[in-house]
């Protein structure tokens, strides 16, 4: 199983990102997918989830300016970030959970002037 993310990088208050997970080894469709993300020196916390019938739940920090989405076909999970804020700062992890819970290596954002 494998959980790969792109789409990271450094990006000035405001601005937009678009991160990506592409999913293999799993049936994708069956997997509830997430984003997760964390700051150094604070826990890991969720920012988005998806579920198999394309409900979406965010944390209260991202809600109206970040939207996951999901392509089954393709078995890639997207996160659309705009109005990006200086506590967007931090790794973030793609999440595959049903049966068992894998995680991708992360990727790095960055948002600042």
């Known amino acids: 199983v494998q959980l790969v993310e792109s789409g990271g990088g450094l990006v000035q208050p405001g601005g937009s990102l678009r991160l990506s997970c592409a999913a293999s080894g799993i049936t994708f469709s069956a997997y509830q997918m997430a984003w997760f993300r964390q700051a150094p020196g604070n826990q890991r916390e969720l920012v988005a989830r998806i579920l198999t019938n394309g409900d979406t739940t965010y944390v209260d920090s991202v809600q109206g300016r970040f939207t996951i989405s999901r392509d089954n076909a393709k078995k890639m999970l997207y996160l659309e970030m705009n109005s990006l804020k200086s506590e967007d700062t931090a790794t973030y992890y793609c999440?595959?959970?049903?049966?068992?819970?894998?995680w991708g290596q992360g990727t790095q954002v960055t948002v600042s002037s």
């Open positions: 999440n595959a959970m049903y049966w068992s819970n894998y």
